[in-house]
């Protein structure tokens, strides 16, 4: 398994950008793709959203609300992922987590969720 840690969050006006990273430790070969979710004020665990994720072989996905101004990419050790957000929209204010899927052996998985950082966004 790993463990996550989240940095980089803070205040912005609309328009400006951030980049949140996530400190990946633990067994880096067993995992297969990471993630960032946010989960938004007010909203509950079971409401977080998936915003951006990048699989071991690079290919990535976005949701459709942050498409075009959100980036995921990942350092060469992969012990770290990055989250690039420019022109930031006060709709992206959130807590940003930092999340992983992976394996153990042949046949068990896990999921990891890091703490969060809050990212707010002013109009």
């Known amino acids: 398994q790993v463990q996550l840690k989240e940095s980089g969050g803070g205040s912005v006006q609309a328009g400006g950008s951030l980049r949140l990273s996530c400190a990946v430790t633990?067994?880096?070969?067993?995992?297969?793709?990471m993630a960032w979710y946010r989960q938004p004020p007010g909203k509950g665990r079971e409401e977080r959203e998936l915003?951006?994720?990048?699989?071991?072989?690079?290919?990535?996905n976005y949701a459709d609300s942050v498409k075009d101004r959100f980036y995921i990419f990942d350092n060469n050790t992969k012990n770290a992922i990055f989250l690039q957000m420019n022109n930031l929209h006060p709709e992206d204010t959130a807590t940003y987590y930092c999340?992983?899927?992976?394996?153990?052996?042949?046949?068990?998985?896990?999921?990891?969720w890091g703490r969060g950082t809050q990212v707010s966004v002013s109009a």
């Open positions: 633990g067994d880096l070969a067993s995992v297969n793709q």
């Open positions: 915003v951006a994720a990048i699989r071991s072989d690079g290919s990535a």
């Open positions: 999340h992983a899927e992976g394996h153990m052996g042949a046949v068990n998985t896990f999921t990891s």
